[in-house]
């Protein structure tokens, strides 16, 4: 069933279970376990859109969104953002290899300070023994 066939329920299940799959159990406890009132609606609206539409379309694999999603975060400067789609992608199977290129290109089209600044962050996260946790 694909996202635009599912009730606001199903998608936020989907989303769920996806983002559970992408960022790990950890990420999605720690992210549910500060949800308050300020923030309930965001966190609803993450884990039906991001999550629930986009990330669950059949359209892309999980190891492409995650190299768009890289390059996008770097061009931003969302460091934080990066460092864990960073170790999502490794979840989802994109090798160092393939980041470092990804970042290589980013630097084309965003600017070298850019991927400089990404590339010491992948330096730091390929560094940890369990990179993708």
């Known amino acids: ?21 992408v960022l790990g159990d950890e990420h999605v406890d720690r992210a549910t376990a500060a949800i308050t ?14 999550w629930g539409d986009v990330w669950s379309r059949p359209g892309l694999d ?11 975060l770097a061009t931003l400067g969302h460091w934080d953002e990066l460092r864990m789609h960073l170790r999502a992608a ?8 393939q980041i470092g ?9 965003a600017g070298v300070p ?10 730091e996260v390929f560094a940890d023994p369990e990179p993708g946790r």
């Open 1 to 21: 069933m694909s996202p635009q066939d599912m009730d606001d329920e199903q998608r936020r299940a989907a989303g769920d279970r996806v983002r559970r799959e």
């Open 37 to 50: 009132p300020l923030t309930r609606d965001f966190q609803d609206f993450i884990a039906r859109v991001a």
């Open 62 to 72: 999980r190891a492409t969104r995650s190299c768009l999603t890289i390059a996008l």
């Open 90 to 97: 490794i979840r989802n199977g994109v090798t160092e290899e």
């Open 101 to 109: 290129e990804v970042l290589l290109h980013t630097a084309v089209y």
């Open 114 to 123: 850019v991927a400089n600044h990404a590339f010491g962050i992948a330096r």
